[in-house]
């Protein structure tokens, strides 16, 4: 019997579903027939130390850029690479996501640190006579915003250089920005409007992590090794 995964076989139960209520005029209980349910699985995250090795590894001006906009300010991979240049707020020193997830608008933090390194960048590999409406992080080649692709092979290459075992792609940075934020103290709802998530049961998800990080280092701390 062929094995199948679990979003393999929730599409073919929504198939069966469909033509089972709108082609054959049926009824359908979901108690006879469930879904099946994923499991919830802890986001992955880099420690503070990580992440600043990281950025310290990438040696390419506009990719440190970006992957440090992803981490201070929360962003989706989508959201980075789509930021124009009138988003970074420096005034009010905030950042303008515009084509958040359902197509919200919401504000995250833009930090001294990594407003500095956008201006670097900018003026070392920017446009001149730019318009706002212009895409900030954009293609040499192509002029067109860069490809999720091209910010994996960065965060890749720059994993490789720094000798960090762990796995990590441009939303690990996302979930570092939320981890970090929860163990210094902010709260959930702050949270939640930074990382532009619709349901707080989302958010909550870091309250997990660090509930899990407490027990393990309160269980390692009565370890006996003798």
């Not at 349910?37 to 503070?48: A, E, F, I, S, V």
């Not at 970090?180 to 949270?191: A, F, P, Q, R, S």
């Not at 958010?203 to 003798?226: C, E, M, P, Q």
Request: net charge positive; hydrophobic share 35%.
């Amino acid at each position: 019997m062929k094995k199948l995964c679990r979003g393999n076989v929730n599409y073919i139960n929504s198939t069966v579903k469909f033509f089972y209520v709108v082609t054959l005029k049926g009824t359908w209980s979901d108690l006879r027939v469930p879904r099946l349910r994923y499991d919830k699985k802890l986001p992955k995250y880099l420690t503070k130390e990580e992440v600043k090795l990281l950025l310290e590894s990438t040696t390419y001006l506009k990719h440190k850029a970006i992957l440090s906009t992803i981490y201070s300010g929360g962003l989706r991979v989508s959201e980075a690479i789509n930021l124009r240049t009138s988003d970074i707020m420096s005034a009010e020193m905030k950042i303008r996501i515009r084509n958040g997830k359902h197509n919200k608008e919401r504000y995250t933090l833009l930090t001294q640190k990594n407003l500095e390194l956008i201006r670097v960048y900018w003026k070392k590999l920017g446009y001149k006579n730019y318009s706002p409406e212009d895409y900030l992080f954009i293609s040499r080649q192509t002029r067109k915003p860069l490809s999720s692709r091209c910010i994996q092979h960065a965060i890749d290459k720059a994993l490789l250089k720094a000798g960090i075992t762990k796995k990590a792609w441009p939303h690990t940075l996302r979930h570092s920005f939320a981890n970090h934020l929860m163990n210094d103290g902010v709260d959930l709802i702050t949270i939640q409007a930074l990382m532009g998530h619709s349901n707080m049961e989302t958010t909550s998800i870091y309250l997990h992590v660090r509930d899990y990080l407490s027990n393990v280092k309160h269980n390692n701390s009565f370890r006996y090794d003798g």
